[in-house]
């Protein structure tokens, strides 16, 4: 059991961090020094969205994990 844990706290903050760095930011680079933003707010649609909902998911699951492993 401890095993699977293991390869799980190693598989899904991978899997975290490339979904993480998939999302697209339509702002650029310079909304995150202050810059102007665009002022349009795009709805997320299709793999965009899907994309999103799976970050959300790895996210969850890798903390329940973790503080299941701290309770075992």
Do not use: D
């Amino acid at each position: 059991m401890q095993k699977i844990f293991f390869i799980l706290q190693i598989v899904i903050p991978i899997l975290l961090i490339l979904f993480i760095l998939l999302q697209q930011r339509g702002e650029g680079l310079g909304s995150a020094f202050g810059g102007a933003s665009g002022g349009s707010y795009l709805k997320r649609r299709g793999l965009e969205k899907k994309i999103f909902w799976a970050t959300v998911i790895c996210g969850i699951l890798f903390i329940s994990i973790s503080l299941l492993k701290l309770v075992i």
